[in-house]
């Protein structure tokens, strides 16, 4: 098993308590201080605090607006409808009742309307606000961090967890501060009408609390297991879907049919349980609810027929009471929101948070008028101390130079590259751009002097002329005529029914991989750079489209230094001086000839490579 | 493939086709093409040869003689009609493909459908593709009427 591999089978654990974590989570759930995750999560309402400020005012005026209507029945009842007094009279309290009663609907319609405006802007607002600031993380964030994580997850924070955080921040806060507030505010009430009563409704209260914890945690358990299934089924479609070629190939339409199949029927098997139990958890609290009007009925009745109490108060009570049992049963609920919210914003403090082992140094310089001199001193390189890449590496390349990398797979020819962008940064040694330590440049400067030609070229939805000018942005158009005829590639654009504004698709699925190589290498034109990185260029293309895309590579390659890897020694033909590595050592370096004749490595190489061949096309 | 100087360019219709002639070189049998149809339409117009290959592109159309002005200007035209819109007078969505009827510069009402993947947006220029292939322009929608403004939006 190979370093990277036992790396990928290893058991993560929390390094606080030394529990194993979940696969799907990077914190431990156990350890999660949730006060302090609460308070950072506070601190991203701070731009909006007059905005949530003015919302909770509003619920305010909201939830003490709904008080006013059992009070207005108490009166109707008391002083209108059963009252003795003179019937003018009567109706002079049932006139200013009935507009005391549109008043509140009419100020509690208009109050809910701009409260939801105000909470709907917010909740939007923070929701991109998060968002950028994730993606802006993500941008700087170095090569490391996107190894150690899978796509998946990182895409899950930018939709899934921020729509946790949003709806705890913008409704769950406010809710709890309400639900506190109306609780008090109708005990005040109801203590005021009838203490005695008042100390009955509050009978079934911890029950009903108990019922709502436990029932609730328990529903919020499976509901968490169809969450975690839903993001497996999520992740199997993100590998079948691109991979649909490899199934169809391999006929495995069945099997993967199969396999969805079973993961669908697992979501819908919690699903049901989740379900299940909510739908009897419901009527149960509503019963217990249900029980607390039975009793006011039962206790608050009597007191009526005896003369003790009056039919309003009654009334008032029957209906302060369901309003009291909806905030008892939301903040109970509120708890599971708060979990749910503290592991979402960990996940995303994780990324803000997160700091990049590859950043600017406080001293770091732009060079001016860079050559393309690079010197490579007693390079090491590991991503795991115990499994060493580059050893000793020392190399020295002249401006405008063609290094050709020579090597088996794993020999290290990529990482060499990775080292003098700046993807990865040396373990000892130095490498120098025009005399200059890299890690001592300004690292958007050191990228800017480099052009990449990757095996895959990576094409983005747009038009190939965005594709050209991808990393030239402000390129005028006769710019990328110009690198597209550099690249071989103008007559092919113009053929096409909208020329360079012709859509290249997903990932430039409309042109064939040769066609997209030249686009690449166009883009890599278009750019200028003073070193070149031609990463297996040809390595995926047939003879007839490498011979054109080596038209396109010379073009490219005049005046620069370039590092060119291969594999097929053909494509080396324009190298100036080859370099073998082997084992993240350099063994040999010097000319084709040079290197045939010492008859080593690169001798055994180009031996095995043209025995292959000669089987290949004797059949 | 180089740029030609406009001046230097005649291009004459024959029965064959369009022949191009530059600097008192032969007739070569060209098709005009354009190279930014959508971003830069009045600029860098390409001649493709019977083989495919581009004899030549002409950066501007501004220096040509008046004949040949002309002439490439209607082979253009004919090729690359993008018709503006100018109200959307009503619009049918289902299945994320609309069905619009809307009123074009040359004052014809034109029923189309189109689905979302048919729209491409040039800076505030829009462009939408119909089922037969054919583009609609709007320059910039924010400049429609509202009622089209509107009904627009539920589409893109």
Redesign the interface.
């Known amino acids: 098993m190979t370093g990277e591999e036992k790396k990928n089978f290893q058991i993560r654990r929390c390094g606080k308590c030394g529990r194993p974590l979940p696969r799907w989570l990077d914190i431990c759930p156990v350890c999660l201080k949730k006060a302090d995750v609460f308070l950072r999560l506070l601190e991203l309402l701070k731009p909006f605090r007059w905005h949530a400020t003015a919302g909770l005012i509003l619920t305010l005026f909201l939830t003490a607006l709904n008080l006013v209507p059992p009070y207005l029945m108490k009166i109707l009842v008391d002083d209108a409808l059963v009252s003795s007094d003179e019937i003018s009279k009567r109706l002079n309290v049932l006139f200013y009742l009935g507009i005391a009663l549109v008043t509140s609907y009419t100020l509690s319609g208009g109050i809910s309307m701009a409260r939801g405006w105000l909470m709907s802007w917010m909740n939007d607002r923070l929701v991109l606000n998060l968002r950028n600031r994730i993606f802006f993380r993500l941008q700087e964030l170095s090569l490391s961090f996107y190894n150690r994580k899978e796509t998946g997850q990182i895409m899950s924070r930018l939709t899934n967890d921020i729509y946790q955080l949003q709806f705890f921040l913008t409704e769950g806060f406010q809710q709890m501060v309400v639900s506190v507030l109306t609780i008090l505010g109708i005990g005040v009430v109801l203590f005021s009408l009838n203490p005695g009563l008042a100390v009955v409704v509050t009978i079934p209260l911890p029950v009903v609390v108990f019922v709502i914890y436990f029932f609730g945690r328990r529903v919020h358990r499976v509901f968490h297991q169809v969450w975690r299934k839903m993001g497996e089924l999520s992740a199997r479609l993100a590998e079948t879907i691109p991979g649909v070629r490899v199934v169809k190939a391999f006929s495995q339409e069945q099997s993967e049919i199969e396999r969805f199949n079973r993961q669908s029927e697992d979501i819908f098997r919690f699903s049901w349980r989740a379900l299940r139990m909510l739908h009897t958890y419901q009527p149960v609290v509503f019963f217990l609810t249900t029980a607390g009007s039975v009793i006011i009925w039962w206790f608050g009745g009597r007191q009526v027929i005896m003369g003790k109490m009056s039919l309003g108060v009654l009334i008032a009570f029957t209906g302060y009471m369901w309003q009291f049992y909806h905030p008892v049963e939301m903040l109970a609920g509120l708890n599971h929101q708060l979990q749910r919210a503290a592991t979402a914003a960990e996940r995303i403090f994780e990324i803000t948070d997160a700091k990049s082992d590859i950043s600017d140094a406080p001293d770091a310089v732009e060079l001016s008028g860079v050559e393309g001199r690079i010197v490579f001193k007693n390079v090491d390189f590991s991503y795991d101390p115990e499994s060493p890449v580059l050893t000793g590496v020392n190399l020295e390349v002249k401006p405008g130079e063609v290094i050709g990398l020579v090597g088996h797979s794993g020999a290290g020819k990529t990482t060499l590259i990775n080292l003098i962008m700046r993807f990865y940064d040396v373990t000892s040694g130095e490498i120098l751009l025009d005399g200059v330590d890299v890690r001592k440049t300004k690292l958007k400067f050191l990228r800017s002097q480099f052009g990449v030609v990757l095996q895959e070229p990576f094409l983005f939805q747009g ?1 190939v ?1 965005d594709n050209i000018s991808y990393g030239n942005p402000g390129a005028d ?2 710019e990328i ?1 110009s690198a597209a ?1 550099a690249a071989m590639i ?2 092919f ?3 096409l029914p ?4 012709t ?1 290249v698709g997903e990932r430039g699925v409309k042109l064939s991989a040769g066609e997209k190589q030249r686009i690449s290498i166009a883009r890599a034109i278009l750019k200028n750079p003073r070193v070149l990185i031609l990463d297996e260029a040809t390595a995926s293309v047939d003879t007839e489209t490498e011979v054109k895309i080596q038209h396109a590579i010379e073009n490219l390659i005049q005046g620069r230094t370039t590092f060119i890897i291969a594999h097929r020694i053909s494509t080396l033909r324009n190298a100036s001086r080859l370099v073998v590595l082997e084992k993240g050592k350099v063994v040999e370096t010097g000319s084709h000839e040079e290197l045939l004749a010492r008859e080593n490595v690169y001798h055994r190489l180009v031996k095995l490579q043209s025995d292959l061949n000669v089987r290949f096309v004797g059949g | 493939m180089k740029f030609l100087r406009p001046e230097n360019i005649k291009i004459r219709e024959t029965s064959r086709g369009l022949e191009l002639t530059h600097a008192g070189l032969p007739a070569v049998r060209v098709r005009p093409v354009k190279a930014f149809p959508m971003k830069e339409p009045g600029k860098y117009i390409g001649f493709i040869d019977e083989s495919g290959k581009v004899v030549g592109m002409l950066e501007d159309t501004g220096g040509l003689d008046p004949e040949t002005g002309t002439l490439l200007e209607q082979k253009l035209s004919g090729q690359y009609r993008f018709p503006d819109i100018c109200r959307i007078l009503s619009m049918n969505m289902r299945f994320g493909i609309a069905e619009m009827k809307v009123e074009t510069d040359e004052n014809e009402v034109a029923e189309f459908s189109a689905a979302r993947d048919d729209i491409r947006w040039f800076g505030k220029q829009l462009f939408i593709r119909d089922a037969d292939g054919k583009y609609y322009r709007i320059e910039d929608y924010r400049n429609l009427d509202r009622k089209s403004m509107i009904l627009l939006e539920r589409f893109i």
């Not at chain 1, 909208?498 to 504004?501: M, S």
């Open positions: 038009s002329a158009l006769k005529i005829r103008h007559d654009i113009m053929n909208e020329g360079y504004d859509l």
